[in-house]
Nanobody, 115 residues
Framework: QVQLVESGGGLVQAGGSLRLSCAAS????????MSWYRQAPGKQRQLVAE???????NYADSVKGRCTISRDNAKNTVYLQMNSLKPEDTAVYYC?????????WGQGTQVTVSS
């Protein structure tokens, strides 16, 4: 099994920054994709950014230029640096890990951006 624990969410003013972390534990494969998704109230969960174990990245258009995803393979940890935050970034942010054995989700961390 795989467990994912997110941290780093909180309340920040518009224009501010936050860094989210997600630590994976358990049976982690050498190849995997780690992703950040977010879900705002009343909306569907959407991809924010993803990174492969080879460090290939992909970003949603809404966060390009403002967010950077990175990972530390030795620690099985993925990070999301978010800058120039906007009120519309307010959501619960979820970490996801996909590997040959399946797809796993964290419990989520709340990010609230005040105007």
């Amino acid at each position: 099994q795989v467990q994912l624990v997110e941290s780093g969410g909180g309340l920040v003013q518009a224009g501010g920054s936050l860094r989210l972390s997600c630590a994976a534990s358990g049976s982690i494969s050498s190849w995997n994709v780690m992703s950040w998704y977010r879900q705002a109230p009343g909306k569907q969960r959407q991809l924010v950014a993803e990174i492969t174990s080879g460090s290939t990245t992909n970003y949603a258009d809404s966060v390009k230029g403002r967010c950077t995803i990175s990972r530390d393979n030795a620690k099985n940890t993925v990070y999301l640096q978010m800058n120039s935050l906007k009120p519309e970034d307010t959501a619960v942010y979820y970490c996801r890990l996909t590997q040959a054995t399946g797809t796993y989700w964290g419990q989520g961390t709340q990010v609230t951006v005040s105007s």
